[in-house]
């Protein structure tokens, strides 16, 4: 955790995630469209997640797709994030989902930031500006100078003036203030009736300053198709991949399950090991923790701790596909070959291919799990043992880290 973040008091973000989006069709609403790879929701709640600093994040979702955003965010977001997540029921406007999302805060959350469930490309710097911002000030909001040429046009089409940008400067997202300005605002709009399009109008209207602080071009907001484009553009040129290699080998015994990639296979004899001797599993999560520069099983997994005693070679395999999603890498396939005299393997193929896939979370055809023997000849040939080899290729789901 970067020292800057450290003098920070206890900070929360709300997402208002309740509006339908109808420009972009009847379907799902915005937020759920896939942006290179992963939903628009999911990015923005990960940006901030990333940041220790965030204690909680509350997303307000529209009343018919709770359900489904809870499902989404636990899918793909690893658990050290998820902890900090709730989710709940927005409102039919802006200010009310803020408003529940609000309610929904731990009281120890004194520092409060709204951002829009359409802005995913945030980036750490900003988000960090905001929180500091308010910190020190008590309110302040992301934004940029107008580059634009603005212009007063009449309902007829007829330019009536040029407006004079200096000064002027379009909003975004964080806004950021500290929680009983920001809790007096919402109060204050309640009394009047106030209906304001962001929170620093309402902050505003209470009569509470509200600074800006530098935002970002790239933290557009995605509101029209072309948006996505520009955002999946923007993604795809930072995206970066990672090549993995695992090997493992274990010895045949007798009074052993004999597991392969999670399958029990009906043998005379097993793989002898500290845990399920899970020989392909430990082979593709070696390869994964290779492509990311981890080390090997060996080191996250030792086998001197008895937890690991006997353990499922899956969950292993699992843990290592959360620290993956962590780091924002996503494994885009895998080659695996079991070295294997006998048994015979062809019909547990597919089994495994689907467990593996399964704690992988893709599809199963982005695994190809393949058997041979080596016609009898060194430690596998003369049945002693079972080898797995596996390669990988892991992709960065945003730009690298
Ligand atoms: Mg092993």
Not at 115 to 138: E, K, M, N, W, Y
Not at 142 to 157: E, F, H, N, R, Y
Not at 268 to 291: F, N, P, R
């Amino acid at each position: 955790m970067p020292s800057n973040t450290l003098q920070l008091p206890p900070a929360g973000v709300i997402i208002p995630a309740g509006g339908i989006g109808a420009r972009f069709g009847p379907a799902l609403p915005k937020q759920f469209l896939d942006l290179a790879g992963l939903p628009i929701l999911v990015r923005t709640c990960r940006a901030f997640l990333d940041l220790e600093a965030i204690r909680c994040l509350v997303v307000a979702a529209p009343a018919d797709f709770v359900q489904h955003t809870i499902d989404l965010l636990h899918t793909h977001l690893p658990s050290s994030q998820t902890d900090r997540l709730h989710i709940t029921t927005g409102g039919a406007t802006r200010q009310d989902s803020v408003r529940a999302g609000l309610r929904k805060l731990p009281a120890e959350i004194d520092l409060v930031l709204v951002h829009d469930a359409a802005r995913p490309l945030v980036d750490r710097a900003t988000i960090l500006r905001c929180l500091h911002g308010a910190s020190q000030f008590g309110a302040v909001i992301a934004a940029v100078p107008v580059k634009d040429t603005l212009k007063k046009v009449s309902s007829s089409g007829i330019i009536e003036k040029t407006i004079d940008r200096s000064g002027l400067w379009q909003a975004q997202t964080p806004q950021a203030a500290q929680r009983p300005l920001l809790e007096t605002a919402f109060a204050e709009a309640e009394r009047t009736h106030f209906i304001g399009t962001d929170e620093a109008s309402l902050l505003e209207a209470a009569g509470i300053p509200v600074r800006v602080v530098e935002g970002s071009e790239r933290n557009c907001k995605i509101t029209r198709p072309e948006d996505l484009q520009v955002s999946f553009a923007l993604l795809t040129k930072e995206r970066t991949m990672k090549i993995g290699h695992g090997f493992d080998a274990h010895r045949l015994v007798a009074g052993r399950k004999l597991i392969l990639g999670g399958v029990t296979i009906d043998f005379e004899q097993g793989l002898d090991g500290h845990s399920d001797a899970d020989v392909v599993a430990h082979a593709l999560t070696d390869a994964l923790l290779g492509a990311l520069g981890e080390g090997d099983i060996g080191r996250h997994f030792p086998d001197s701790d008895q937890q690991y005693k006997g353990i499922d070679s899956l969950l292993l395999l699992t843990q290592v596909c959360q620290l993956m999603a962590a780091r924002h890498y996503r494994l885009g396939n895998a080659d695996l070959t079991i070295v294997c005299q006998r048994p015979k393997l062809a019909p547990h193929l597919a089994a495994m291919q689907a467990n593996l896939a399964r704690c992988c979370q893709v599809a199963p055809e982005a695994i190809n799990v393949k058997a041979t023997t080596t016609e009898k000849m060194g430690y596998t040939g003369r049945g002693e043992g079972i080898a797995a080899h596996a390669v990988v290729l892991v992709r960065s789901d945003h730009g690298s880290k």
